[in-house]
């Protein structure tokens, strides 16, 4: 049976022919191939299968015209260089390049304060949009920002902890929120601009690794994604130095080529964090006794949260020799003071540990590890344990290991995964 489209479609046919029987007897079956010319009609092809006396077996491939299907990538736009250029390198790559920022929470009155979505940041993502010409879209978090980093904050203060909230925001709110609203559209990936690569390893696993500069490197704060969330992931500039990326955006003419970037927690608005604890849990910032580890009360603090591990000054201690911050005691609201030679420690032990590659190694093993985000890397060994815990040993005692922070591992330029420290 020969099956045609309408008599004005254009295609190519291939018929697989066979000779019918003649007078002498049965012959040999000799199928031949017969391609017909390409742009015929159906009754072109039908008058010539007619003309030929032969009966067909099988016939017929249709060519459409070739559609280019292209992958689309959401980039999470923030008004910044990095993430204009990331949109800008993946749409030069041939993707279909979606932009899409989120409304963030700011304290009531302060609207306009929050860093990463201000009406300048927004209108700058917007100007960035429409010179690459990609679609552009801006998405509601603020209640989910609040619950989820805001309140994150606040609750480690509370517990006597230096709380990193960059780790729950990557975790909560840009690699779970805004990557469901990327699929979504039918995003492929999502992409940001953080500074760091993506390697495929084997048995189909994907590697985090540092960035080229290694002086914006932001690994650390990507610890908490997981081979699900890798797999969906795009960072284009990782290979980049950041005067490339400069370089780039002035190239392609966006706005932001020149704008500054900015360190500081985005909901603080540029401001003091003791300032924000004092407006939102002021309860936390009770007075209570300064102690020396063997217990003595040398002063009193002023809210346990207004002091860092580490810190010398503002301590109101009057001393014969300087003293620093040594911990802080939630529960009976008193910090731990001492000399410097008192300060740091060789260990260390992390809880809600994420592993990348989606297992906990087996043994102990040997890495560079990272206390903060801007810490200098030290070596150690690290030993899980059970409960998503893992101890960590370093060869030279840290001194400003900090509960609340994330201790992060690394072996050479892949990061291994990472917790908080307890």
């Given at each position: 049976m020969l099956c045609l489209p309408s008599v004005t479609s254009h295609f190519t046919c291939y018929a697989f022919l066979k000779p019918k029987r003649n007078k002498s007897g049965p012959v040999q079956p000799s199928f031949k191939a017969v391609k017909l010319l390409e742009d015929v009609r159906a009754a072109q092809c039908l008058n010539y299968l007619r003309a030929t006396g032969l009966s067909v077996c099988l016939s017929v491939d249709f060519h459409r015209p070739k559609v280019e299907i292209k992958m689309k990538v959401v980039v999470a736009m923030s008004g910044g260089v990095d993430s204009s250029v990331a949109a800008a390198l993946l749409k030069e790559q041939g993707y279909d390049v979606i932009g899409m920022m989120l409304r963030l929470w700011s304290e009531p009155g302060k609207e306009d304060s929050n860093r990463c979505c201000t009406p300048d940041s927004m209108a700058q993502a917007r100007r960035v949009a429409a010179r690459l010409d990609i679609p552009f879209y801006v998405v509601d978090a603020k209640d989910v920002f609040h619950d989820t980093v805001v309140q994150y904050f606040l609750d480690g203060y509370a517990r006597g902890e230096t709380p990193n909230p960059c780790l729950i925001c990557n975790r909560q709110i840009r690699?779970?929120?805004?990557?469901?609203?990327?699929?979504?559209?039918?995003?492929?990936?999502?992409?940001?601009?953080?500074?760091?690569?993506?390697?495929?390893?084997?048995?189909?696993?994907?590697?985090?690794?540092?960035?080229?500069?290694?002086?914006?490197?932001?690994?650390?704060?990507?610890?908490?994604?997981?081979?699900?969330?890798?797999?969906?992931?795009?960072?284009?500039?990782?290979?980049?130095?950041?005067?490339?990326?400069?370089?780039?955006?002035?190239?392609?003419?966006?706005?932001?080529?020149?704008?500054?970037?900015?360190?500081?927690?985005?909901?603080?608005?540029?401001?003091?964090?003791?300032?924000?604890?004092?407006?939102?849990?002021?309860?936390?910032?009770?007075?209570?006794?300064?102690?020396?580890?063997?217990?003595?009360?040398?002063?009193?603090?002023?809210?346990?949260?207004?002091?860092?591990?580490?810190?010398?000054?503002?301590?109101?201690?009057?001393?014969?020799?300087?003293?620093?911050?040594?911990?802080?005691?939630?529960?009976?609201?008193?910090?731990?003071?001492?000399?410097?030679?008192?300060?740091?420690?060789?260990?260390?032990?992390?809880?809600?540990?994420?592993?990348?590659?989606?297992?906990?190694?087996?043994?102990?093993?040997?890495?560079?590890?990272?206390?903060?985000?801007?810490?200098?890397?030290?070596?150690?060994?690290?030993?899980?344990?059970?409960?998503?815990?893992?101890?960590?040993?370093?060869?030279?005692?840290?001194?400003?290991?900090?509960?609340g922070q994330a201790a992060v591992f690394y072996q050479n330029e892949v990061m291994i995964g990472g917790g908080i420290i307890l």
């Open positions: 690699w779970t929120f805004l990557l469901d609203h990327a699929l979504a559209l039918g995003a492929d990936f999502m992409a940001t601009g953080h500074y760091v690569r993506i390697q495929k390893a084997e048995a189909g696993r994907m590697n985090l690794l540092r960035a080229v500069d290694r002086s914006k490197d932001q690994s650390y704060v990507l610890h908490v994604l997981d081979q699900e969330k890798l797999a969906k992931a795009l960072f284009p500039i990782g290979d980049y130095f950041k005067t490339e990326i400069r370089q780039i955006a002035e190239k392609h003419g966006l706005p932001t080529a020149s704008r500054k970037d900015s360190q500081d927690l985005c909901f603080l608005a540029g401001e003091d964090y003791r300032s924000f604890l004092q407006r939102n849990a002021s309860e936390m910032l009770r007075p209570g006794e300064i102690l020396r580890r063997d217990g003595r009360p040398v002063g009193e603090h002023q809210g346990l949260a207004n002091y860092t591990i580490g810190q010398r000054k503002g301590l109101g201690v009057a001393s014969p020799v300087p003293l620093y911050v040594l911990g802080k005691n939630a529960k009976t609201n008193t910090l731990i003071v001492g000399t410097r030679e008192e300060l740091g420690s060789g260990e260390l032990t992390t809880r809600d540990v994420n592993w990348l590659s989606g297992q906990a190694p087996k043994e102990p093993f040997r890495a560079e590890v990272k206390i903060r985000y801007t810490a200098k890397e030290a070596e150690a060994l690290v030993t899980p344990l059970k409960g998503g815990q893992v101890q960590v040993r370093f060869d030279a005692p840290q001194r400003d290991i900090t509960a």
